[in-house]
């Protein structure tokens, strides 16, 4: 081919294609949908850390199994019943501690032997009422065990709480494929394909009420939880005609 033809070659115009032409050459649209849900909480999730230390094995277990059976009768005065304590995790390991030491003009550390601590991490779970939850608050925190406290507020229904979430998503992207399409003169066909990769969404809302609990006086707190928010993405392909 000569040098004229390739410059000719080039030069060519293809037939110009109009924004409706563009959509039906291509003869679909991808829609990216978030869906939200926003809920106030209805459950309360009651965690509660116990911890012994010895420095024997066995008295270190005996201890934890006292401060055990004390926080059970805590909760059982404060209207729960016994079995509503859940064990989530229990383990006794080794403490240590450096101590310092010099060999020659060096600072060294070593490792010495402090006892076995027992742990026994435990949660309650129950419909959120202020006045049962400050029972249980006031109740627990005056138990002699001591106990480290959490609270959790979450959502009773979370798969009617996630349902909401891609109903929402789904809304969304129709809606914003059907602006598109309308703005381009084209209109919005039959749905093709749905990609979705679903993924746990946390919807706890987690406040610390107190690291060390001893005796208090007994308090009224008045609880307003947080509206739990969540969102989600969800895509979406449809023909265009």
């Not at 990216?32 to 277990?61: H, W």
């Not at 909401?164 to 494929?177: G, H, N, Q, T, V």
Request: hydrophobic share 40%.
């Amino acid at each position: 081919m000569t040098e004229e033809n390739m410059t000719a070659e080039k030069n060519i115009v293809p037939e110009e294609i109009s924004e409706k032409n563009f959509w039906e050459e291509k003869g679909r649209i991808r829609i990216k949908g978030i869906g939200r849900a926003a809920q106030t909480p209805d459950l309360v999730v009651l965690s509660l850390t116990l911890t012994a230390q010895n420095k024997e094995y066995s008295a270190a277990v005996k201890i934890g199994s006292q401060q055990l059976e004390m926080l059970r009768e805590a909760i059982v005065e404060a209207g729960f019943k016994a079995d509503n304590l859940k064990t989530v995790n229990f383990n006794v390991r080794s403490i240590y501690e450096n101590e310092e030491y010099r060999e020659g003009n060096s600072k060294r550390y070593r490792q010495i032997f402090i006892g076995f601590e027992c742990r026994h991490d435990l949660k309650m779970t129950f419909d959120f009422d202020n006045k049962k939850l400050n029972a249980a608050v006031d109740t627990i925190a005056s138990c002699l065990s001591q106990p480290k406290i959490s609270i959790a507020f979450t959502i009773k229904d979370i798969d009617a709480f996630n349902d909401e979430i891609l109903r929402s998503a789904a809304r969304d992207a129709r809606r914003k494929a059907r602006i598109l399409c309308t703005a381009s003169k084209v209109k919005l066909g039959k749905l093709l394909d749905i990609n979705y990769s679903w993924t746990e969404i946390d919807i706890r809302r987690e406040q610390i009420i107190c690291e060390e609990c001893a005796a208090v006086e007994k308090n009224s707190f008045d609880f307003q939880p947080e509206e739990i928010k969540a969102s989600d993405t969800v895509e979406f392909l449809w023909e265009i005609e």
